[in-house]
């Protein structure tokens, strides 16, 4: 199965905490949290479709002016996610500017955000900031508070969240794709088929569970799509698999409790990718508990637990300044993984699949 999730850790294992998640096929992007943006080119930032801030300490939120900047004079409206009390705390930073002039910006900026309350709670309150309102808040109905976590849907993506604890709320987030449908290029060789794409109406068909006389018009170039010939999706489904969809899970910053560790490994469970903060080596708990900040073997317990396939520690404390490779090796073996840790890929846009 070719990957539908490409992410990068923004700042290396010891910079700010970030993950700019791309997905094939998809225009937008996922920002998880907005600290030092400087590893992101204008053109990556501008593709953000959805921000989820795990909480408002300086290194996970410090670079959202960066953003806010490039956006004012774009039409967009930008799903912002964070933990309760977000959106005050996003209105007292659009509000350090003055927006006197924003009425003759013709393009429209707004800012929906989605408070992720604890468990319990009966919906999570919802707030829109735009700039031709001068980015005075505005009530929005409040966001079911589902059993699942979801907050978001990005097209076939869902982004789920939970509130941990870090002495402040602090949220963990999870990236899942519905399904995985791949097109088989050696079955379409055999039948004498294109590519092209018409595939996508094919996939979206089969993932729609389609009935089998739904005709599925054929062509190379959008531009043969009027009069294509059609087949029946009946006669295409073997071209296509469809296997479980990816999962990302996203945790930091949070301490090593029990209920901590509960709501972690639900998040986490059975991800692909898993990003993990450790800050502190092993023999460092103490001073791991009193920050409230995980160690390397709390990391590595909770991929354990939560069966994750990879995982990708990050968050080291600067005290461990030319001891990665030990900060690795203490993860790996918590987590059982032997030497399977590792260092996420490029920032360029992936290769479209079929």
Same mark, same amino acid.
């Given at each position: 199965?070719?990957?539908?999730?490409?992410?990068?850790?923004?700042?290396?294992?010891?910079?700010?905490?970030?993950?700019?998640?791309?997905?094939?096929?998809?225009?937008?992007?996922?920002?998880?949290?907005?600290?030092?943006?400087?590893? /992101?080119?204008? %053109?990556?930032?501008?593709?953000?479709?959805?921000?989820?801030?795990?909480?408002? !300490?300086?290194? !996970? =939120?410090?670079?959202?002016?960066?953003?806010?900047? $490039?956006?004012?004079?774009? +039409?967009? *409206?930008?799903?912002?996610?964070?933990?309760?009390?977000?959106?005050?705390?996003?209105?007292? *930073?659009?509000?350090?500017?003055? =927006?006197?002039?924003?009425?003759?910006?013709?393009?429209? $900026? @707004?800012?929906?955000?989605?408070?992720?309350?604890? &468990?319990?709670?009966?919906?999570?309150?919802?707030?829109?900031?735009?700039? !031709?309102?001068?980015?005075?808040?505005?009530?929005?109905?409040?966001?079911?508070?589902?059993?699942?976590?979801?907050?978001?849907?990005?097209?076939?993506?869902?982004?789920?969240?939970?509130?941990?604890?870090?002495?402040?709320?602090?949220?963990?987030?999870?990236?899942?794709?519905?399904?995985?449908?791949?097109? =088989?290029?050696? %079955?379409?060789?055999?039948?004498?088929?294109?590519?092209?794409? =018409?595939?996508?109406?094919?996939?979206?068909?089969?993932? #729609?569970?389609?009935?089998?006389?739904? &005709?599925?018009?054929?062509? @190379?170039?959008?531009?043969?799509?009027?009069?294509?010939?059609?087949?029946?999706?009946?006669?295409?489904?073997?071209?296509?698999?469809?296997? &479980?969809?990816?999962?990302?899970?996203?945790?930091?910053?949070?301490?090593?409790?029990? +209920?901590?560790?509960?709501?972690?490994?639900? /998040?986490?469970?059975?991800?692909?990718?898993?990003?993990?903060?450790?800050?502190?080596? #092993?023999?460092?708990?103490?001073?791991?508990?009193?920050?409230?900040?995980?160690?390397?073997?709390? #990391?590595?317990?909770?991929?354990?637990?939560?069966?994750?396939?990879?995982?990708? &520690?990050?968050?080291?404390?600067? *005290?461990?300044?030319?001891?990665?490779?030990?900060? $690795?090796?203490?993860?790996? +073996?918590?987590?059982?993984?032997?030497?399977?840790?590792?260092?996420?890929?490029?920032?360029?846009?992936?290769?479209?699949?079929?």
């Amino acid at each position: 199965m070719r990957p539908t999730l490409h992410p990068r850790l923004l700042n290396g294992r010891t910079g700010d905490p970030g993950v700019y998640l791309e997905a094939l096929h998809l225009p937008g992007a996922i920002l998880l949290d907005c600290g030092d943006l400087s590893a /992101l080119s204008p %053109r990556h930032l501008l593709r953000v479709g959805a921000l989820a801030v795990s909480h408002a !300490h300086m290194d !996970h =939120w410090a670079g959202f002016d960066r953003l806010l900047r $490039l956006l004012v004079g774009r +039409e967009k *409206r930008l799903p912002v996610v964070g933990p309760a009390g977000f959106a005050e705390r996003l209105f007292h *930073r659009l509000q350090a500017y003055t =927006w006197n002039l924003a009425d003759r910006i013709p393009a429209d $900026l @707004a800012f929906e955000v989605t408070e992720v309350a604890l &468990p319990g709670a009966a919906g999570w309150p919802r707030t829109r900031f735009g700039l !031709h309102g001068g980015f005075r808040p505005e009530a929005l109905p409040p966001s079911p508070a589902g059993p699942d976590g979801a907050v978001l849907r990005l097209g076939p993506l869902r982004l789920r969240a939970a509130a941990l604890y870090h002495g402040t709320p602090s949220l963990g987030f999870a990236v899942e794709e519905a399904m995985h449908v791949n097109v =088989w290029r050696t %079955r379409l060789a055999e039948r004498g088929l294109p590519t092209g794409p =018409w595939l996508a109406a094919l996939k979206a068909a089969v993932a #729609a569970n389609g009935p089998d006389d739904l &005709p599925i018009p054929v062509f @190379a170039r959008a531009s043969d799509a009027p009069g294509a010939p059609s087949l029946p999706l009946g006669a295409l489904r073997d071209l296509v698999e469809v296997t &479980p969809g990816q999962r990302l899970a996203y945790l930091t910053d949070f301490a090593d409790t029990p +209920e901590n560790r509960t709501v972690a490994v639900s /998040l986490a469970r059975d991800a692909d990718i898993l990003f993990i903060e450790a800050p502190f080596a #092993a023999e460092d708990a103490a001073i791991a508990a009193d920050r409230r900040h995980l160690t390397t073997r709390a #990391a590595g317990e909770i991929a354990r637990a939560a069966r994750a396939r990879r995982v990708e &520690p990050f968050h080291f404390s600067p *005290r461990y300044q030319g001891q990665e490779a030990r900060l $690795l090796a203490e993860v790996a +073996e918590a987590a059982g993984l032997g030497r399977g840790l590792v260092a996420t890929g490029g920032l360029e846009p992936p290769t479209p699949a079929l």
